[in-house]
């Protein structure tokens, strides 16, 4: 099984900065990962997949990055509402999650 | 719109069964890539099952042998049939289409 694992596993940031969050796996997985983020009480929204694609509707604030085995999802000025938990996710070899990075309201 | 609608969970003792339903709209269930995963504060997401619009279910191993998805088309309707529930089948379940979109999910509760 392929494992991935996020860092931090949180981040205490102020509305307006940027963030940067890293997702390892354990094994090349090439293009093909995601980004979720999810609030509370609510479903997964995909942000980007095939490691760098925006989903329909998702700002340009997001942006990923990476290929391999290293990967990171960029959030360029956060605003109030990107204060949730982030998941990765391959798709090369069957499917897996990492386990989720917060980022919170410092 | 493009909307799922997850529904069929509840409390169940364990050796126990339920059959999860996830109702979609503004698309065709036969016709898409469609999955179930759940979610536990645990073991975070896991997907369970998988199936592609013309092959056949795949299956975690944690679930395999218990587990069985199947869809309606006349319903356009996606079932999963959950058998022989263990304690750790306790979660929150989603279903997706693409991973694109996804359900608010449903709660399982296994436990005497």
């Known amino acids: 099984e392929i494992v991935l694992t996020q860092s931090p596993a949180t981040l205490s940031l102020s509305p307006g900065e940027g963030a940067a969050l890293s997702c390892r796996a354990s094994?090349?997985?090439?293009?093909?990962l995601a980004w979720y983020q999810q609030k509370r009480g609510q479903a997964p929204r995909l942000l980007i997949y095939d490691a760098s694609n925006r989903a329909p509707g998702i700002p340009a604030r997001f942006s990923g990055s990476g290929s391999g085995t290293d990967f990171t999802l960029t959030i360029s000025s956060l605003e109030p509402e990107d204060f949730a938990v982030y998941y990765c996710q391959q798709r090369s070899h069957w499917w897996t999650f990492g386990q989720g990075t917060k980022v919170e309201i410092k | 719109e493009v909307q799922l609608v997850e529904s069929g969970g509840g409390l169940v003792q364990p050796g126990g069964s339920l059959r999860l339903s996830c109702a979609a709209s503004?698309?065709?269930?036969?016709?898409?890539?469609m999955s179930w995963v759940r979610q536990t504060p645990e073991k975070g997401l896991q997907w369970v099952s998988v199936i592609y619009s013309g092959g056949s279910p795949l299956y975690a191993d944690s679930v395999k042998g218990r587990f069985t998805l199947s869809r309606d088309n006349s319903q356009n309707t996606m079932y999963l049939q959950m058998n022989s529930l263990r304690i750790d089948d306790t979660a929150v379940y989603y279903c997706?289409?693409?991973?694109?979109?996804w359900g608010k999910g449903t709660t399982v509760t296994v436990s005497s």
């Open positions: 094994q090349s997985v090439g293009n093909s």
């Open positions: 503004g698309f065709t269930v036969v016709s898409n890539y």
């Open positions: 997706t289409k693409d991973w694109h979109v």
